[in-house]
Nanobody
Framework: QVQLVESGGGLVQAGGSLRLSCAAS????????VGWYRQAPGKQRELVAA???????NYADSVKGRFTISRDNAKNTVYLQMNSLKPEDTAVYYC??????????WGQGTQVTVSS
């Protein structure tokens, strides 16, 4: 099993920045990829960014050039640096670990609110 704990959310003005953290514990070796998802009220959860165990990254078109996903293997932590935030980035952000064997784990989520 893998446990994920997100942190770093909060309230920020449009144009500002936040850095989200996703700390993993447990069977770290079973993680194939880690993704950040978000869910706004009344909308479906969507993938924002992901990073594989090999270091490959991908981003939603809506955040390309503004968000950066990275990891610190020594700390078992994945980060999401969010710059030039917009009100439409407001959502609950979730960390997800895609595990070898087809299972996945989710964090509890962290609220990001961007005021205009």
């Amino acid at each position: 099993q893998v446990q994920l704990v997100e942190s770093g959310g909060g309230l920020v003005q449009a144009g500002g920045s936040l850095r989200l953290s996703c700390a993993a514990s447990g069977s770290i070796f079973s993680i194939n990829a880690v993704g950040w998802y978000r869910q706004a009220p009344g909308k479906q959860r969507e993938l924002v960014a992901a990073i594989t165990s090999g270091g490959s990254t991908n981003y939603a078109d809506s955040v390309k050039g503004r968000f950066t996903i990275s990891r610190d293997n020594a700390k078992n932590t994945v980060y999401l640096q969010m710059n030039s935030l917009k009100p439409e980035d407001t959502a609950v952000y979730y960390c997800n670990a895609d595990l070898y064997g087809g299972k996945s784990s989710w964090g509890q989520g962290t609220q990001v609110t961007v005021s205009s």
